[in-house]
């Protein structure tokens, strides 16, 4: 199972950390990843990180904004957001893919959090 948190409402420009805890389980072992979505739009891809950190993926939308890391230890993976913009405004989803190295494509990830809404005023 998989926990969303850190959600909020932010002014433009500001910054929110999401946090993924994984209980019940490891994900130590796969990859993660983050989508969001808006209302009436399909759930899209933001960011992914492999098994061991070492490699990090993003959405053209959030390069150089958003940071992703991991701490296996923990069973924890983070989203920073820096610089938000009102279209980052979503519900933003963590999941487990099946493999250790996965990136966008959603159908590969198994196990889903529940989401935490962001909203960024501007």
């Known amino acids: 199972q998989l926990q969303a948190s850190g959600g909020g409402l932010v002014q433009a420009g500001g910054s929110l950390k999401l946090s993924c805890a994984a209980s019940?389980?490891?994900?130590?072992?796969?990859?993660m990843g983050w989508f969001r979505q808006a209302p009436g739009k399909e759930r899209q891809f933001v960011a992914s990180?492999?098994?061991?950190?070492?490699?990090?993926y993003y959405a053209d939308s959030v390069q150089g904004r958003f940071t992703t890391s991991r701490d296996n230890a923990k069973n924890t993976v983070y989203l920073q957001m820096n610089s938000l913009k009102p279209e980052d405004t979503a519900v933003y989803y963590c999941?487990?893919?099946?493999?250790?190295?996965?990136?966008?494509?959603?159908?590969?990830?198994?196990?889903w959090g529940q989401g935490t809404g962001v909203t960024v005023s501007s």
């Open positions: 999941a487990r893919h099946r493999t250790r190295w996965g990136t966008y494509d959603r159908r590969q990830y198994d196990v």
């Open positions: 019940g389980g490891t994900v130590g072992g796969n990859a």
């Open positions: 990180i492999t098994w061991n950190g070492g490699n990090r």
